[in-house]
Each structure stands twice: as structure tokens, then as C-alpha cells.
């Protein structure tokens, strides 16, 4: 008896020691009830010029896409008119040039071609490094506009194809949407967002004059935007002496987007926040560490993508100790109280999971659940399960 006693003791000593499993917690609703702003996805313009937000009515052809394994191509009926490309974005009909313009992407980004309704040779608008998209004619035909995604903001190009003569409206860190001419093609709608601001829309002239905002964003930052270190970093427009405020890295697909959750976070609390739409390495912890009013003591990191994380659908320590994320002998590497908001497939919707510097969420809810968990942090809440340094 004494010795099941002892064996018993000594089973319960080593339960007590050994690493716990991570625990659920079920996520507060109002941290997923976040209001969307309002958006302009489509635009287009009624018969009488009346500005619309809806979908613009494509010429009637019998030119489509065909998609293959080895590409795409224009066809028209059982015709090609242009060989296979890696992909194509868009493209328009003129039927008073009998001209087709296109988006293909013909090596590492989307180039604008023209080619012939009855057949020729394609000619190439000069070409730009980024991505040219979104290519429509002009309601005369004579013009043909697109969407430059650059990298710091979108620009609309407008080239007069019997002149070459070539326009061009910028969008600063902001992201074109959609863009509807109105009939007499003398200007355009463009609905976009921006970093700092969410959708909205302005009237303007195809040369970029008589800019006029017809749909106000509903949400604005007060903010600064600068690049550094690939991301852009936003602070607030007005700091004051001697503040150092807390860092938020938020990863996403484009730093020129605008982020309802980004926004709301932003907007609830003082912080800097670095869009970057790559995992940070260790130039930009580099170019963090050198600001003077960065607090590198209260970090955050939302939706980092590491190798075996996408993998597998869970995130590991390891993940997170890859090269170009530990500190290094400089001491200039990430800072070791950073808390990481990532993905995980096995955490069930509605709860959320802590252990050590990871909070693991269902991956839908990555951006939702980080914005309010971390609001609620830097209001001075620590965390119910995990450290908070």
C-alpha cells in the first residue's frame, strides 16, 4: 500500500510538471462585430451621364478568353486573335475601330496590347515594370485608359492611340477599384481606397484636372505614411515630446490597401502601425530598432505566413525562430517580447489560442480577432491565458 502510495505521488508530481496543452478561449463577440466601411466596387454611367454604382455593360462581340493549361489567349468565334500568354486580366472592344485592347502578362508583369478584330499583328502600348490592368476604351474610341499598380499607389494611364500621346493620374498608397467613363469621354469616375482612408470616389478629367470627390471615404486616419524598411509606416500626424508608441507589423497582400480591422485597431489606439505585405526580416527589424519613438518593448504581429505554418495549417515556436526573424549578434533582429497573431487551421472558429508569444485564431479570423485583441491589450487588459511583456 505504501509503495502505490509513493508510485502514485510520484505519477501526480511528474503530471504537474510536464508542458500543459494549450487552452481555447472563446472569443468576446464585439471583437468580431466590426461595422464595414463603405464600398464602391463597380461604377459605370447611365445614358444621361448620371454617375452609377453599377457593373459597366460590355460591348456585344463574340471575343472571350480561352483558358488552357498552358495559358490564355483572345478569341473571336472559333478565331485567335492573339497567341497564348501566362494570363490575361481584361480586355475591351472598340467596334467603331474594330480593335480589341488587352491585359496579358506576357513574361513577369501585365503589359497592354491592341490587335485587330479581322487579325494582325498585336502592338504593345509602352510598357511599364508594374502590373497594367484594368484596360477599357474611351466611349469614342479613340482613347484607351488602364490601371498601373505601382508601388507606391495606383496611377490611371490614358493614351490617345492615334497620337501615342500619353496622361497619367496618381493615387497616392491608394488602390484603384474600378474606373467608369462617363459618355462624352471628356472624364472619368474612379472609386479607390488608400492606406489611410477606405473607399471613395472622384470625377475628374482624363488629364487629371477638375478633381472632384463625389463619395467621401467613411473612414479617414489621421495619420503619416513613409516607407521604411519595405513596409510603410504609419504614426499619427501630431506626436508628442518624447512619445514612444507601440508597434503593430500587419501583413498584408498589398501595403496600398485599406483595412477595415487595420482601421478600427488604428483608430482605438494610439500605435505605429507597418503594413507589409511580406513576413518582416531582419532589415526591417533593422530600420524599427533605428526609430527614436518606436516602443520595441510592445510589439505585435498579425498574420505572418512562415513555411511550415502554411504547410502544415498550424504555427510552431520554430516557425517563428526561422532566419531573418531571430535576434542576431547585433542585437538588431526581432524583439524577443513580440507577440505573434498567426493563423492556425485547428483552432475552432470563435475561440482563440495562447501559448507563450503566439495567439493562434482560426485563419478567417486573423485580422478581426488581432485588431481587437490587440486594442484591448493597450487599454491595459493582460491576456487571461499567456505572457503580455
Not at 508583369?109 to 508594374?130: C, Q
Not at 505605429?272 to 510592445?298: E, L, M, N, Y
Not at 525562430?321 to 485547428?346: C, E, F, K, N, Y
Amino acid at each position: 500500500m505504501r509503495l502505490l502510495t509513493v508510485l502514485s505521488m510520484v505519477l501526480l508530481a511528474a503530471c504537474a510538471s510536464a508542458p500543459q496543452p494549450p487552452s481555447d478561449e472563446p472569443i468576446p463577440p464585439q471583437w468580431l462585430a466590426a461595422a464595414q466601411s463603405a464600398q464602391y466596387p463597380q461604377l459605370s454611367y447611365g445614358a444621361g451621364g448620371v454617375l452609377l454604382f453599377t457593373p459597366r455593360v460590355p460591348v456585344e462581340s463574340g471575343v472571350r478568353i480561352v483558358r488552357s493549361a498552358a495559358g490564355a489567349k483572345l478569341v473571336d468565334g472559333d478565331r485567335d486573335l492573339t497567341p497564348e500568354y501566362a494570363d490575361i486580366d481584361s480586355f475591351d472592344v472598340s467596334m467603331d475601330r474594330r480593335e480589341v485592347a488587352f491585359s496579358a502578362k506576357r513574361k513577369d508583369n501585365f503589359d497592354i496590347g491592341l490587335v485587330s478584330l479581322e487579325g494582325s499583328k498585336v502592338s504593345w502600348v509602352p510598357e511599364d515594370p508594374a502590373d497594367e490592368v484594368g484596360v477599357q476604351y474611351a466611349p469614342r474610341g479613340n482613347k484607351i485608359s488602364f490601371i498601373i499598380r505601382a508601388r507606391g499607389g495606383d496611377l490611371v494611364r490614358t493614351v490617345h492611340i492615334p497620337t501615342s500621346m500619353q496622361l497619367t493620374n496618381e493615387f497616392p498608397y491608394g488602390r484603384v477599384e474600378d474606373l467608369a467613363w462617363e459618355p462624352k469621354a471628356e472624364q472619368y469616375a474612379v472609386s479607390w481606397s488608400s492606406v489611410d482612408a477606405s473607399d471613395r470616389v472622384e470625377v475628374m478629367t482624363y488629364s487629371g484636372r477638375q478633381r472632384k470627390v463625389t463619395a467621401a471615404p467613411s473612414v479617414r486616419l489621421d495619420v503619416s505614411a513613409d516607407p521604411l524598411g519595405g513596409s510603410l509606416l504609419l504614426r499619427p500626424t501630431l506626436m508628442r515630446y518624447g512619445e514612444k508608441l507601440p508597434l503593430v507589423v500587419w501583413r498584408a497582400e498589398g501595403w496600398n490597401e485599406w483595412n477595415d480591422a487595420r482601421g478600427r485597431l488604428e483608430s482605438a489606439a494610439r500605435v505605429v502601425c507597418a503594413v507589409i505585405d511580406h513576413d518582416p526580416d531582419q532589415a526591417f527589424w533593422k530600420a524599427v530598432s533605428a526609430v527614436p519613438w518606436i516602443d520595441t518593448g510592445r510589439v505585435f504581429v498579425v498574420g505572418v505566413r512562415t513555411s511550415s505554418s502554411a504547410a502544415a495549417g498550424r504555427p510552431r515556436p520554430a516557425d517563428l525562430s526561422a532566419p531573418g526573424l531571430t535576434s542576431g549578434a547585433s542585437g538588431r533582429g526581432r524583439p524577443h517580447s513580440a507577440i505573434w497573431i498567426v493563423a492556425d487551421a485547428s483552432v475552432p472558429p470563435g475561440f482563440y489560442r495562447t501559448r507563450r508569444n503566439i495567439v493562434a485564431v482560426a485563419p478567417a479570423l486573423v485580422q478581426s480577432f488581432g485588431a481587437a485583441w490587440i486594442a484591448h491589450q493597450l487599454k491595459g487588459h493582460p491576456p487571461e491565458n499567456g505572457s503580455h511583456r
